[in-house]
């Protein structure tokens, strides 16, 4: 990015001659801004410099335009997205949504529904009945290249499905959070109005993984010079998935639990059922439903430790690997 940028999450829609409303997806915040400067803003992609946009305007005036923009947060300069101790996120791509690659998304959606589920069945059972030994290819080698294709393929799995139902992407990158390695996508699912599409779209990267896992327990078999490399693969993308099925902030199940539940804060919810008494009181006047509402809280609140032990335990096995 070799000029200024308007943050790709912004959505620009004209409310009235002259003015233009802007809403930030990203936080969900929405500016008023001039017709000029929205046009201005609308034309700075990271590849043209801004001085030379409109030829009419000045230096001053192309300056006091940026500095309207930087005041609202509304450009970046680069593709570092975030950036704190142990974590940034660097974005990839950038898509340019057009007709052809929303039906590609739902090709690849679609596919991705259709074989997901008969492919880890045949990849378990085969595997289950023929039990090859595992000797082929390097374990690490295996791991390695289960976390290269299932992290990315995860959050392609996402942007496919958010296209493919009419959401919007923004862009993709990849991470590094807490000091661990991964994968992102930025999208708005708030123009898709199915509930169910919507888990579908939070299903989508765990369905990926699942296929992942189905087609290297195949490969497994197939091919047995490669055998434990196979299967290491399949083994940490049925990590992945299961592990983003868990109610974690911020991981899959406990958006898709949101969905079908219809709870937009899960964590919130469970913290405000077990931690206010007026609340307890309550839902324990309700019988068994209440008593169920208050152990599916204390059990998500539960699992909300477990990513730190999770990264505890992988910093352990860091440390044990170096010495």
């Known amino acids: 990015m070799k000029y200024p940028r308007i943050n790709n999450w912004l959505i620009f829609e004209p409310v009235r001659q002259g003015s233009c409303r802007v809403t930030d997806c990203l936080y969900d915040e929405v500016f008023l801004l001039s017709g000029a400067l929205a046009r201005f803003a609308k034309q700075l992609d990271g590849k043209t410099d801004p001085y030379a946009v409109d030829p009419r305007l000045s230096w001053r005036e192309v300056r006091s335009l940026l500095q309207a923009l930087e005041e609202n947060d509304l450009l970046r300069q680069d593709r570092i997205l975030c950036k704190s101790f142990g974590t940034i996120c660097l974005t990839l791509c950038i898509p340019r949504v057009t007709p052809l690659l929303r039906a590609a998304a739902f090709l690849i959606n679609l596919l991705l529904n259709l074989l997901w589920l008969p492919l880890l069945l045949a990849g378990i059972l085969l595997f289950w009945n023929r039990l090859p030994p595992l000797e082929g290819g390097s374990l690490v080698a295996g791991c390695l290249c289960g976390l290269l294709a299932g992290i990315p393929l995860h959050e392609l799995g996402h942007a496919c499905a958010c296209l493919a139902h009419r959401g919007r992407v923004f862009e993709l990158g990849v991470m590094v959070q807490n000091f661990l ?27 990926m ?38 109610f974690i902030e911020g991981l899959d199940g406990t958006a898709i639990i949101s969905e079908l539940i219809g709870a937009e804060d899960l964590v919130g919810s469970a913290k405000r059922a077990l931690f206010s008494r007026k609340r307890r009181q309550r839902l324990m006047k309700k019988g068994a439903a209440g008593g169920a509402v208050l152990v599916l809280s204390a059990l998500v609140l539960l699992l909300q430790l477990a990513l730190p032990m999770i990264y505890c335990l992988n910093f352990a096995e860091v440390i044990q690997w170096l010495f």
């Open 209 to 246: 993984n699942l296929l992942l896992t189905g087609i290297l327990l195949l490969l497994t078999i197939g091919v047995p010079a490669m055998s434990g490399a196979f299967f290491c693969a399949a083994v940490i993308n049925a990590f992945l998935a299961l592990l983003n099925l868990t």
């Open 181 to 207: 390695p991964g994968a992102y996508v930025l999208m708005d699912i708030r123009t898709v109005k199915n509930r169910m599409a919507r888990v579908q779209i939070y299903s989508a990267g765990v369905q």
